[in-house]
């Protein structure tokens, strides 16, 4: 059984409804397969690196397993916070577009010439943060 923090930092303290939809889909799946879930929320700081930084403390300071990123302006598929929290690996995140024409992605990908998904994994240089899974011991390391 995980304990399942699902963060989302929200300067204005307002959440897009398809993120609230998406949030709430994968907190019942989460919940109904025994996980433990906890939605905290950060709004007031217009500064997020410290928002964020705020959330870790917290998350630190609780008993939680895993902690989850989620944007106020970011939703995803049914199921995709419950691959995050599952994938084999200390961080990862989902991907998403840009709001601008044509679509593009803010990725920094590695200089390999052969990427390979392993478990629908892919080794990336950087991602964006609105939707990713850090895990306690990693953090715990880092700190």
Known sequence: MRNVWIAIPAYTGQIHLPTMRSVLTDLLSLQARGDAVTIYD????AMIADC????VAQFLASDATDLVFVDSDVAWEAGTLLKLVDAPVDFVAAIYPQRKDPINYCVSWLDKPDLVAEDGLLEVQGVPAGCMRLSRSMLEKMV
Do not use: L
Request: hydrophobic share 40%.
């Open 42 to 45: 950060e709004s007031g700081n």
């Open 52 to 55: 964020r930084a705020v959330i």
